[in-house]
């Protein structure tokens, strides 16, 4: 008896499981590998917008258009040609002498990037992220560059309108932008 109780848990678990995570699916229009994949894509969008806030400076499309506050010059990342190494190496050590700041709250107390400590790397010790991430989210932020950003062409108003669920003003940019790309190629 036990055993049947079991499978009938079991089985209805992953009808909830389905029901949620099929419709999710459907609306993706990119393809994506897996849904623990899919997963991870979008709590690294969520990252990069949010927690770690690499919006500020590169933008919400990653292409280089941050906060005018920002003012650091963020290159766009939907051009960088770094393997997935290196990406996980500068969001975790951030890169000496810029404004990019390092996400490993641990960097630079011993010697995990570039060998080097805080004594070490003097003036051009980078800037601290406000909150770090951990490993695991690193690898997130990676997996939505990896899937949405690196190598994608400028982003279009249709994009935009999906990045956004709706048209707002970064969509009225994204139009402007639109039209001088196609004026400047006539
Ligand atoms: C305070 C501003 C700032 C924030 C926040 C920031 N960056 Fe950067 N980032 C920069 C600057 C400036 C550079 C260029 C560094 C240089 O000149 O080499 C850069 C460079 C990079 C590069 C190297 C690109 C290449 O092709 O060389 C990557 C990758 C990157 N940032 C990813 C991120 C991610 C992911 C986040 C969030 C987790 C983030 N950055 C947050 C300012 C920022």
Redesign the pocket.
Known sequence: MKRVHTFGVIAGLTFALLAVVLPAQAAETTPVVSAKQQKSVAFGKKL?LEK???V???GWAADGRGHER?Q????S?RT???DRET?EE??RCG?PG????F?DRFAYTDDRCYGSTREDMGKDLP?A?DRG?QSREILS?IDY?EARIIGKPPITVAECVEFWGRHNTQCDEVATLEKQRAAQTN
């Open positions: 990069y770690a806030n690499c500020f400076c590169h920002s650091v010059g963020a290159p990342l960088t040609e770094l990406l500068v969001i890169r810029t404004g990019m700041p996400h800037p992220s991430l932020v560059l």
